[in-house]
């Protein structure tokens, strides 16, 4: 069974700080994927960033880079200068195997303080 | 704009009822996935269809079915509705990684259901 652990309900940040969110996953697939996805107070699921597992290089966007650790399966997410928007509940979530199903974890609420 | 459409928007009924959920895929997108977000179980991946095909089920109850349609577009029904039922459910599409595709999974707005 493939599982989503983040173990940080809440975290809080100031703004044009840098925060680092966790995430460790387990699956017995040899080809996956890893995302970290955001929602806002609107509650629409928002793409971040994704990691191929069979990259070594982490994955970076912008503001956004993880840190994928591939044999602690550890998958944690930096955002660097956060800004007011960036508030809201940050999903990890793993697919991999015969479909693309999305496992999630249970989520880290991020509140940036002006 | 994820070019996903999900409708309706918001749906309250009462327990024992039946509702559609109904979901359009990004254009060229083949499959479709249904996730479910509640309080208690988080979010949960119910069924995926490919070209109109069930390829994959999750967590979904057996008072739950779906289907996807010859242009794509694909309803989740859901019958004898109870109380734990409500949540925010949401349609997601991708184009096939098994054939090339990302692996990207593009989320709709969600249908929020309550039921009273």
């Known amino acids: 069974a493939q599982t989503v652990t983040q173990s940080q309900p809440e975290m809080s940040v100031q703004e044009a700080e840098t925060v680092t969110l966790s995430c460790t996953y387990d699956?017995?697939?040899?080809?996956?994927?890893l995302f970290w996805y955001k929602q806002p107070p609107s509650r629409q699921m928002i793409l971040v960033i994704r990691?191929?597992?069979?990259?070594?290089q982490n994955a970076t966007e912008n503001r956004f880079s993880v840190n994928f650790q591939k044999a602690a399966k550890s998958f944690s997410l930096k955002i660097s200068d956060s800004q007011l928007g960036d508030t809201a509940m940050y999903f990890c979530?793993?697919?991999?195997?015969?479909?693309?199903?999305?496992?999630f974890g249970t989520g880290t609420l991020l509140a940036v303080q002006p | 704009d994820s070019g996903v459409t999900q409708t309706p928007k918001h749906l309250i009924t009462a327990t024992g009822q039946r509702v559609t959920l109904r979901c359009s895929p990004r254009s060229g997108d083949l499959s479709v996935y249904w996730y479910q977000q509640s309080l208690d179980q988080g979010l949960q991946f119910l069924i995926q269809?490919?070209?109109?095909?069930?390829?994959a089920k999750g967590n979904i109850l057996e008072r739950f079915s779906a289907q996807q349609f010859p242009d794509l577009h694909s309803e989740l029904n859901l019958s004898s509705l109870e109380l734990g039922d409500s949540a925010l459910y949401f349609c997601?599409?991708?184009?096939?990684?098994?054939?090339?595709?990302?692996?990207?999974?593009?989320f709709g707005p969600g249908t929020r259901l309550t039921v009273l």
């Open positions: 979530a793993l697919s991999g195997g015969a479909t693309n199903k999305l496992i």
């Open positions: 269809y490919y070209n109109g095909e069930e390829r």
């Open positions: 990691q191929e597992a069979y990259k070594q």
């Open positions: 997601a599409s991708s184009v096939d990684p098994l054939t090339g595709g990302s692996n990207e999974q593009f």
């Open positions: 699956t017995s697939e040899n080809n996956y994927y």
